[in-house]
């Protein structure tokens, strides 16, 4: 019966996040439209529901190319390790009391051991394409997410010594015992995971491993057809997955008012997280590499380390 469960689980999840990502994309574009004081798009379908399917059918309809000098096992096998990880790392998430995949006691460790093993993908995807640009996206890529994933996993340390725990039911209860978010108590924390993680996502302002203007398309540039679609959706994922680990540790998971489902409200806090993101790719331009890396190591690593600090006090003057 748990089996069955955790396959229903599973496609349900898979089937909600196809469609968000579909229109999340979609979301995206007329945000960054109107922003830009331009329409969006708007020829198919009613407010142009329809664009991002139509341009979802065209993609899958393309020709696959593996490049003739390509290491076509690598390449082949690439953009599934880059997607795999950031749909298995929704297992551990409590979409509310009772909806959840699994109850893991090292969620949090979990979520983030699994969403590093991405990194690999976009190395092999960058190193087997045989193409320079490629290859110089790829190391962008793996030089920046290994470099921001330090100070997101010493953000949330300061949560782990708050509440005791690495389990994301415990994380949202203890913010129900204390009857406040922590994005309070935590709010430097919150601050470096929200920056932190905009880079692990490749985002505006910090997209530099596709930076089109220097590197073509980065790591993924020798890609067509569904295998592009696969790092594509990996990203989209792991935005929603970041999204979620956001809103169970700094802004209460489900915890919301009565008139609505706990679930409904963490949807609603994570659209919130995920428009942001939105907001920014629409108003900041890219940052240039060598201060993305000097930002991270001589800003966001001391600042997180300030925060255990601080927090390790709280926590002894408390008992």
Request: no cysteine; aromatic share 14%.
């Amino acid at each position: 019966m748990e089996l069955v469960y955790i396959i229903l689980y599973a496609v349900i999840t898979l089937a909600v996040l196809l469609g968000a990502v579909t229109y999340a994309i979609l979301f995206e574009r007329k945000v960054i439209g109107y922003m830009q004081l331009r329409p969006g798009p708007n020829r198919h379908g009613p407010w142009g529901m329809l664009q991002t399917v139509a341009d979802v059918m065209k993609l899958l309809m393309k020709e696959d190319i593996i490049p003739r000098n390509a290491d076509k096992k690598v390449f082949i096998l690439a953009p599934i390790i880059a997607f795999v990880p950031s749909f298995a790392i929704f297992a551990s998430i409590s979409w509310s009391e009772n909806i959840y995949g699994a109850d893991l006691n090292i969620g949090l460790l979990y979520f983030i051991g699994i969403s590093s093993i991405t990194t690999l993908g976009v190395l092999m995807g960058g190193w087997s394409s045989n193409n320079k640009y490629s290859l110089l996206g790829a190391i962008r890529g793996v030089a920046q997410v290994i470099s921001y994933e330090i100070p997101l996993v010493l953000s949330v340390l300061g949560v782990v010594i708050l509440v005791g725990s690495l389990n994301f039911r415990d994380i949202v209860h203890y913010q129900e015992s204390i009857g406040m978010w922590l994005i309070i108590p935590q709010f430097l924390a919150f601050v470096v995971y929200m920056i932190s993680a905009i880079a692990e996502l490749n985002r505006s302002p910090f997209d530099l491993p596709e930076a089109e203007s220097e590197l073509v398309s980065g790591y993924h540039t020798e890609y067509s057809g569904f295998r592009f679609a696969f790092f594509m959706l990996a990203e989209y994922v792991y935005a929603y997955a970041i999204a979620a680990l956001a809103t169970t540790l700094f802004l209460g998971g489900w915890l919301g008012p009565a008139f609505l489902p706990g679930i409904v409200w963490f949807f609603l806090k994570m659209s919130v997280i995920v428009f942001f993101w939105f907001w920014l790719r629409a108003t900041l331009p890219r940052a240039r590499v060598d201060n993305l890396m000097r930002f991270g190591w001589k800003v966001l690593i001391p600042l997180a380390l300030l925060n255990i600090v601080i927090t390790s006090i709280i926590k002894v003057w408390m008992g």
